[in-house]
């Protein structure tokens, strides 16, 4: 039996007399909620006002996205209001999921502000992806939607639902489908991920932020179908081995002990130095891959400095980008020795996130000559008109033979409302 009639057969919708003008109610079921299921499942149900015809479409759409943090910033310093939206968000959630009849899902997004008092209705809302074969699961419960919360509040990852503690059988077949898995402020255990990893044939994308339970991960073995690998801000992470895989794109902490090795398709790669400013220490745990990345990032919290290191040829390198943040005006050049190292590279994006900085007179240091003969596009953020940054842009413009384009943007890089605060409110909000 073709998928349309099968489709038709499972609605049983009620047709309705539609006028010819409305061609779109005219179409068949499936593509009615092939079109809808491009839309967040808000934007969905508001199409059952329509007309009869329309009523029960959207409870078949195979995506639900419940994203709702658009309100969160107007609420982020209020508990009693942050308390009440999450109330609603629950009592939303559940309404929408007793209405659905779809029997697979392509995609369940759960993306709010969201703890460990939300436990056991998220529990319920896991079980209703896994029991529809879901293949895109994502759990962002961001405090405000931006930033990852204390551990100690974060909402725990069912390891029961898996049958790792042997209370419940596993349902293998549940698990087969799932090929993007991201988890943000969610506290997840290695033992948990793993199974991920070894049970889901097709997982393609794993992506964990802010867990506090995270402690050793292994990704091994040539049959992962693993790609991208993003773990990010679990300060309680001591071990990330990463072998014979074919993995392409990796995000880490450089204060993580990565074990990398064997890995010849990864060709992207984003280190974040945190406190470790020093540029060799932040390259240390990719030194075995340098040579075959086409793109790197490097996010460091206290600049870049080179110290007494020579680094080897980055001989495919194409883009490079350096986030750092700049308290002073320390010297940027130290990013030029990876640049003089890259002899393919494209593309540079420097991102510079400070609060007050200070313009200081003083010469610009003069660097060696180094021909720079495929760069064409340069990207400076968080311009202030330093001598550190005009230094760097002078060092472009001597150098840079093929130079198309620099952009440069002036505002501040930062966005969140939490990196704004002052000491004393960061403390008073970090219980919650």
Partial sequence: MGKRQQLSINFALKKCPCTQDDRISQLPDDILVHILSFLTIKEATYTSVLSKRWLPVWKYIPRLDFDATEPLHQVFFNHKLRKMHMKK??????????????????????????NKFAQHEIDKWLEFAFARQVQRLELDLLKGGKETRD???CYTFPAQLLGLNH??????????????LLLKSVNVTGEVLEFFLHNCPFLEEMVVHGSGTLVNLQVIGPSLELKHLEIWRCQCLESLKIHDTNLVTLVASAATKLLLSNAPML??????????????????????????????????????????????????????????????????????HVIGAAPLLEEFELKLVWFKPLRVKRECKKMVSCPLRHLKVIRLCGYFGRTCEFELVKYFLENAIVLEKIIIDPRSQIVTPVLSLSTIEMEQMSTC
């Fill in 267 to 336: 060709i992207k790669v984003e280190i974040v130095g945190a406190f470790r400013p020093i540029l060799k220490d932040i390259l240390a745990p990719i030194s075995g891959v340098l040579s075959q990345l086409e793109v790197l990032k490097i996010t460091s919290s206290d600049g870049l400095r080179l110290g007494n290191y020579k680094f080897p040829e980055f001989t495919k390198l194409k883009k490079f980008v350096v986030h750092v943040f700049s308290w002073r005006d320390m010297s940027l050049l130290g990013c030029t």
């Fill in 89 to 114: 968000y629950v009592r939303w959630v559940n309404r929408t999921l007793h209405k659905c009849e779809v029997h697979k899902l392509d995609q369940f997004r759960v993306c709010f502000d969201l």
């Fill in 151 to 153: 551990f100690d509040y």
């Fill in 167 to 180: 209370k419940l059988p596993p349902l293998w077949h549940n698990f087969m489908s799932v090929k993007v």
